[in-house]
C-alpha cells in the first residue's frame, strides 16, 4: 500500500506533535509535509526518535522563520504555510505518490491571514481544488454523523439548505457505511431542521419542502449507484441521535446543520472522532479538534485523535 500524505497543520499548534506521537504507533508508511526544522524540534521536546518512524518528513516551501516556528500562536507566514503543506499533500494523491491524505488541525484565521482570504475550512478547499462534492463527517464506532451544510451562521442555514445539499450527504453517507462494511440491516437517519420535525408544519416546513425530497432523490442516486441501504426521516434530531448512538438502531445520521452534527460527536468523541470527507476521488480525514495553542509545544496534547485518523485513512484507501 502506498503511504499515507499528512499534513502538520498549523505551525504554532499541537498538529506537528500529535503527528509525530501517532506515527509512532503507526505500522503503515507516511510522507508528512511541512517544516522539517520544527518537526525535528518537536520530536526532540517529546523525546521522539524519529528514526523508529515509518515516514519521510517532506519540506514544503522555504524553511520558517524562527518567529513562525514558535508554539502557541499563529502568524501571516505560518498561515501561508499550512495552506501550502495542505496542497502539497493532496498534490501527492493526485500524483498517485499517496494513498490518502491526512490533515492535522489549521486555523481558518492564520490562512486568511497569510493570503487565503476566501478560506472556511479544508472541506470547501478540497472541493473548490477538485471540482468534486464535499460532504462533511464525522465517525467514530458508536456515532456516524455527517453535514448537510457547512460552515455557515445559523441565522442563514434555514435559507441556504435545498434538497440537492440533503441528497448529497445522505447518498454519500450511505455509502461510506458500505465502504466500511456496517450492517446493511442499518439505515441512515436523516435528521429534521426545526424541533419535533416540524410539528406537522407548526415549527417549520422544511422537512417536507427540502429535506422529504432530498431523501427521494438519494434513494434514486443510491438504487443506481446499486446500493440496497435505506435512508429514513426526516426525524426528530434529537431522538434519532439518541437511538444512534445508544441503541444502534441507525448505521448513521445526517445532519443539517453544523453544531447538530458536531454537539453530539464532541460529547461522546472528544478528540477521538475522525472528521471525514465524502464525496471526493480521494480520501481525506482529520482529527476533530483545532489547534488548541494553549496545549502547543508542551508534549501534553493527546494523540489518539489523530492514530484515529490515520488508522481510518488507511481503512478507506485500502
Avoid at 65 to 71: N, W
Avoid at 235 to 248: G, K, M, N, V
Wanted: one cysteine or more; charged letters at 20%.
Amino acid at each position: 500500500m502506498k503511504p499515507l500524505a499528512i499534513s502538520m497543520g498549523c505551525p504554532g499548534g499541537i498538529g506537528p506533535e500529535v503527528t509525530l506521537r501517532a506515527l509512532l504507533e503507526d505500522a503503515g508508511e507516511a510522507l508528512v509535509f511541512g517544516d522539517v526544522a520544527l518537526l525535528q524540534a518537536r520530536a526532540a521536546t517529546l523525546g521522539v526518535d524519529l528514526g523508529r518512524l515509518r515516514a519521510r518528513l517532506v519540506q514544503v516551501g522555504p524553511p520558517l522563520s524562527v518567529d513562525a516556528r514558535s508554539a502557541g500562536r499563529w502568524t501571516k507566514e505560518g498561515g501561508a504555510a499550512q495552506l501550502a503543506y495542505v496542497d502539497a499533500a493532496l498534490d501527492a494523491v493526485l500524483a498517485g505518490e499517496a494513498s490518502a491524505i491526512v490533515t492535522a488541525p489549521v486555523s481558518k484565521a492564520a490562512v486568511q491571514a497569510g493570503g487565503a482570504a476566501g478560506f472556511l475550512g479544508h472541506t470547501e478547499h478540497f472541493g473548490a481544488r477538485l471540482g468534486s462534492e464535499t460532504v462533511m463527517a464525522f465517525w467514530e464506532p458508536n456515532l456516524t454523523l455527517s453535514l448537510a451544510t457547512t460552515h455557515l451562521p445559523l441565522s442563514a442555514v434555514a435559507g441556504a439548505l435545498d434538497s440537492e445539499q440533503v441528497a448529497r450527504a445522505a447518498f454519500h453517507t450511505a455509502r461510506l457505511l458500505d465502504a466500511l462494511g456496517v450492517d446493511g440491516e442499518l439505515d441512515v437517519a436523516v435528521l429534521a431542521l426545526n424541533p419535533h420535525a416540524g410539528e406537522e408544519g407548526l415549527l417549520g416546513d422544511e422537512e417536507g419542502r427540502v429535506i422529504a425530497p432530498g431523501i427521494v432523490a438519494a434513494r434514486e442516486r443510491l438504487r443506481a449507484a446499486g446500493s440496497s441501504r435505506r435512508l429514513v426521516g426526516p426525524l426528530p434530531a434529537e431522538s434519532a441521535i439518541r437511538r444512534a448512538a445508544r441503541d444502534h438502531a441507525h448505521g448513521a445520521c445526517v445532519a443539517m446543520y453544523h453544531d447538530q452534527a458536531t454537539i453530539p460527536s464532541k460529547l461522546l468523541a472528544f478528540g477521538e472522532a475522525v472528521n471525514v470527507t465524502l464525496g471526493m476521488p480521494v480520501v481525506r480525514t482529520s482529527v476533530d479538534h483545532g489547534t488548541a495553542y494553549d496545549r502547543a509545544g508542551q508534549g501534553t496534547a493527546d494523540p489518539r485523535g489523530m492514530a484515529a485518523a490515520i488508522g481510518l485513512a488507511r481503512r478507506l484507501a485500502r
